[in-house]
């Protein structure tokens, strides 16, 4: 039997939209747009941006794909993990060293990582990526 926890308003954002919100900020920072060029590229002003980062305000469906579009990411990475019951275990995105932080403790997750993804996807060559993975691991031998 599943049960199914109730809202006391369910037009009020949620702990998901907080993690949507805090995923959406750090596709955006690792793109290297500003809050403004951002909502200036799906019709939105830049406090509407800032809303939906800190979980202030829900996305809708559309919107969000657009955002998505916007950032050259995919929506499935934004969504992953949130439709469990419990999103406890659903991972946000850090890249800044603001409150964010608090949300996660995994080191895939944290600012070194997401600037080190960074770096390799700014590599256009494939074979220089691959080359960079195999130096990482090559540098792991103990």
């Known amino acids: 039997m599943t049960v199914i926890a109730a809202r006391t308003n369910k037009r009020s954002p949620n702990h998901k939209d907080k993690i949507l919100g805090s995923r959406m900020k750090a596709y955006r920072e690792i793109a290297g747009i500003s809050q403004s060029e951002l909502g200036g590229a799906v019709g939105v002003t830049f406090q509407q941006i800032q809303k939906y980062e800190h979980g202030t305000n829900k996305i809708s469906v ?41 949300l996660s403790k995994d080191p895939m997750v944290s600012k070194e990582t997401t600037e080190l993804l960074k770096v390799y996807y700014s590599v256009s060559d494939p074979k220089k990526r691959k080359a960079i993975v195999k130096f990482i691991k090559a540098s792991m031998v103990d």
């Open 62 to 102: 559309v919107r969000l794909l657009e955002i998505c579009e916007a950032l050259k990411v995919s929506i499935t990475n934004v969504l992953n993990g949130l439709t469990e019951v419990s999103v406890d275990h659903a991972t946000p995105l850090i890249v800044s060293d603001n409150k964010q932080q608090d």
